[in-house]
């Protein structure tokens, strides 16, 4: 199943961004939601993941207090706001999804995935 990403782009060194993913059909039962990003030359690494209900989130440390998972009322979708951006932000990012509730998996746990989109953080 294909995850409907959008969102990414350019933008300055402290600017935002936000990166929406929406899935083709109701959940039922547990679902998990991620964000992963790959920078060139460096492996796949979690950024942030949300149970569907949204009682419990995991950040990266290195996005703790600049990135936050929101929902919308259609609630089908989850965006990731990314603030204060970073030069080190830059990267592919990819959503994901998993049955479960665990969140900090690898990404091979992962079994459906949206397009990657691009995020450039300019210095």
């Known amino acids: 199943v294909q995850l409907q990403a959008s969102g990414g782009g350019l933008v300055q060194a402290g600017g935002s961004l936000r990166l929406s993913c929406a899935v083709p059909r109701r959940i039922f039962g547990s679902y998990i939601m991620a964000w992963f990003r790959q920078a060139p030359g460096r492996e796949r690494e979690l950024v942030a993941a949300t149970q569907w209900s949204g009682r419990s989130t995991y950040y990266a440390d290195s996005v703790k207090g600049r990135f936050a998972i929101s929902r919308d009322n259609a609630d089908n979708t989850r965006h990731l706001q990314m603030n204060r951006l970073k030069s080190e932000d830059t990267a592919v990012y990819y959503c994901?999804?998993?049955?479960?509730?665990?969140?900090?998996?690898?990404?091979?746990?992962?079994?459906?995935w949206g397009q990657g989109t691009l995020v450039t953080v300019s210095s």
């Open positions: 994901a999804g998993r049955e479960g509730s665990l969140m900090n998996v690898p990404a091979d746990k992962y079994f459906e």
